[in-house]
């Protein structure tokens, strides 16, 4: 079994500088692991990844500013027509939607070999990218998806609302704190506790549900929970996570904007109320 790997090997790096000499400043702090370089419409970058190594390219949207919500929903499309290729939006690559693909050589120890995989990666990498302007039709064109807002009916039992609601406290003293190490540590109890519990289901489709009035686009800072009905707070938290694929900074942003904490808060109050009938 081959050790792992803890910078990138000089071979790829020679291999990736002969082909793109024009080299960027990586945003993030990263020598050994990262290389970035200049396009003429994007940034390409060579990275040792925990899964190994990947090539990732990186183009601006086809249009300017939108939503985080159909932001999502673009990348999602764009996900569906190009199925072979991991796309999303992601921070730090001078642009936001990125393709990434492992980088394979059969010859690790050839510069040439390196070269190869290089230039035969980054051709798969184009063709997806070059699917934006037809992933961006979902958006644009008045499609019955947008003019939908009924929200889908998901099963919840009392025993897995009430351990939502356990959390409350916790992220409501987190919050209070301001510490943005905090919020993150309940987030990631209460992502373990989702999955422990089967509440989220990412086989069904969930990012849809963003076009949805109730979720403001996903400015989650104006997401009124506390009005919501214990399925509502289950769509939202899959709405969340599975859309967080796309538009890597959802679960951050829910973070920052006290969602979760919301969220926790009036799975705790309808917890009491359930008790309160029976």
């Keep these: ?90 921070p730090g690559y001078y642009h936001p939607i990125v393709a990434t693909l492992p980088l394979e050589s059969p010859s690790q120890d050839s510069v040439g070999g390196w070269t190869a995989a290089i230039e035969s990666t980054i051709a798969r990498l184009e063709e997806a990218l070059d699917k934006q302007r037809e992933a961006a039709l979902v ?62 289901k990412p086989d069904r489709p969930w990012v849809h549900c963003l076009h949805l009035h109730e979720l403001r686009s996903g400015f989650w800072d104006n997401v009124a929970v506390e009005q919501f009905t214990a399925s509502q707070l289950v769509v939202t938290l899959n709405v969340l996570y599975q859309g967080n694929l796309y538009n890597t900074i959802f679960v951050n942003a829910a973070c920052a904007t006290g969602l979760l904490t919301r969220i926790t808060a009036r799975a705790q109050e309808l917890t009491k109320i359930h008790h309160n009938w029976v």
């Design 1 to 90: 079994m081959n050790e792992p790997l803890d910078c990138l090997p000089p071979n790829i790096i020679t291999a990736f500088t002969e082909l793109y000499p024009a080299e960027r400043v990586p945003q993030r702090l990263r020598p050994a692991s990262l290389r970035q370089a200049k396009l003429e419409d994007g940034t390409v970058s060579v990275e040792l990844l925990e899964s190994g190594v990947a090539l990732r390219l990186s183009r601006d949207c086809p249009f300017g500013e939108i939503s985080p919500g159909y932001l999502a929903i673009f990348v999602h499309r764009l996900a569906e027509l190009c199925p072979d290729v991991k796309v999303a939006y992601l």
């Design 139 to 200: 958006i644009t064109e008045d499609s019955p998806a947008r003019r939908t807002n009924e929200w889908p009916e998901v099963e919840i039992s009392s025993e897995q609302l009430q351990r939502i609601g356990q959390l409350a406290a916790d992220f409501a003293q987190a919050q209070q704190s301001g510490s943005i190490h905090q919020t993150r540590d309940q987030e990631e109890r209460l992502r373990h506790l989702l999955r422990s519990y089967d509440i989220l």
